[in-house]
């Protein structure tokens, strides 16, 4: 995946870009922008963008690490919230706060 965000993680700092939030429900029903703020930042799918040089090195050997374009699960309200180049709100946050790796986009 193309880091478009001008952003370059160091030491073990990952990048990911939080997937986007519903702004409305299933019925149609517009959600208030507080609303979805609040969701955004709470949000805890993601696509790893990059990753700093020692990220993911104190894992081991044998720890199944996150590849660059991958979807992940973050902890909830982990990181900053940075805008980048592109004009996307990206995260920059540790690289311990990677949880979990997505199979599908859907889970």
Not at 18 to 28: D, F, I, L, N, S
Not at 32 to 57: C, H, M, Y
Request: with cysteine.
């Amino acid at each position: 995946m193309k880091n478009d965000s001008g952003f370059s993680p160091l030491d073990t700092r990952v990048l990911v870009l939080p997937h986007e939030v519903e702004k409305q429900t299933r019925g149609g029903i517009l959600l208030p922008d507080q609303k979805v703020e609040r969701e955004e930042w709470a949000t805890t799918k993601a696509t790893l963008i990059a990753a700093g040089s020692n990220a993911f090195l104190e894992w081991g050997d044998k720890a199944a690490k996150p590849a660059e374009g991958q979807n992940v699960v973050i902890a909830q309200y982990a990181g900053k919230v940075h805008t980048g180049l592109d004009g996307k709100n990206y995260r920059i946050c540790n690289d311990t706060d990677i949880l979990a790796l997505m199979e599908t986009e859907n889970v």
